[in-house]
């Protein structure tokens, strides 16, 4: 089993930052890729950005390429996302995600496990 444990949303005026942090414990030798979702009320959850297992540059969505950074320390099992310049459009919960591999298997079998989520809400 792997859980993951997101910290450091709050509220924030349009245009300030916040960074949000996913620590992973317990089977953290399976955790493959991992990345961060959104979603709004009354909206689907939609992938922010991930980093994949293989390595390679994050995918960001559009909407929030050049302000986000996402980052991972594997050493530290961490997952962060620094949020700059953020918009009342970014106010949702962020969730962490990680494909966790299968016990014996490789990353391509693997299990989705998801953070409790944290809440971000920018005001203008």
């Known amino acids: 089993q792997v859980q993951l444990v997101e910290s450091g949303g709050g509220s924030v005026q349009a245009g300030g930052s916040l960074t949000l942090s996913c620590a992973a414990s317990?089977?953290?030798?399976?955790?493959?890729?991992m990345g961060w979702f959104r979603q709004a009320p009354g909206k689907e959850r939609e992938v922010v950005a991930f980093i994949h297992s293989g390595g390679g540059s994050p995918y960001y969505v559009d909407s929030v390429k050049g302000r986000f950074t996402a980052s991972r320390d594997t050493a530290k099992n961490t997952l962060h996302l620094q949020m700059n310049s953020l918009q009342p459009e970014d106010t949702a919960t962020y969730y962490c995600?990680?494909?966790?591999?299968?016990?014996?298997?490789?990353?391509?079998?693997?299990?989705?496990?998801w953070g409790q989520g944290t809440q971000v809400t920018v005001s203008s």
């Open positions: 995600k990680a494909h966790v591999r299968d016990v014996g298997r490789g990353c391509a079998v693997n299990t989705d496990y």
């Open positions: 317990g089977d953290t030798y399976r955790v493959c890729s």
